[in-house]
Nanobody, 127 residues
Framework: QVQLVESGGGSVQTGGSLRLSCAAS????????MGWFRQAPGKMREGVAS?????????FHADSVKGRFSISQDNAKNTVYLQMNSLKPEDTAMYYC???????????????????WGQGTQVTVSS
């Protein structure tokens, strides 16, 4: 089992920045891919970014956040980060961290491929 705890959410104005953290504990040795997802009210959960742990830290980002968001990892702390810059009101959502035991599908950032989920942290961007 892997436990994931997100932090760092909050309220910012358009153009602001936030850094989300996801601390992993438990049996993290079989984690192949880590990802961030978000879900806005009334919308489906969507993949935001992922990092291929098995693949040397290769990162993937959804088109909607490319150039603004960046996923990274700190192996020593078993923590994955999502740096979010130039935030827009449409980025408002609950953000979830997820872990997958596989890395083969890491680039597609699909929630069906992830086995473990955190409780989420709210991000609100006001205009």
């Amino acid at each position: 089992q892997v436990q994931l705890v997100e932090s760092g959410g909050g309220s910012v104005q358009t153009g602001g920045s936030l850094r989300l953290s996801c601390a992993a504990s438990g049996y993290t040795g079989n984690t192949g891919c880590m990802g961030w997802f978000r879900q806005a009210p009334g919308k489906m959960r969507e993949g935001v970014a992922s990092i291929d742990i098995d693949g040397g830290g290769t990162t993937f980002h959804a088109d909607s956040v490319k150039g603004r968001f960046s996923i990274s990892q700190d192996n020593a702390k078993n923590t994955v980060y999502l740096q979010m810059n130039s935030l827009k009101p449409e980025d408002t959502a609950m953000y979830y961290c997820a872990a997958s035991v596989w890395s083969a599908w890491c680039s597609t950032i699909r929630q069906v491929d992830f086995n473990y989920w955190g409780q989420g942290t709210q991000v609100t961007v006001s205009s």
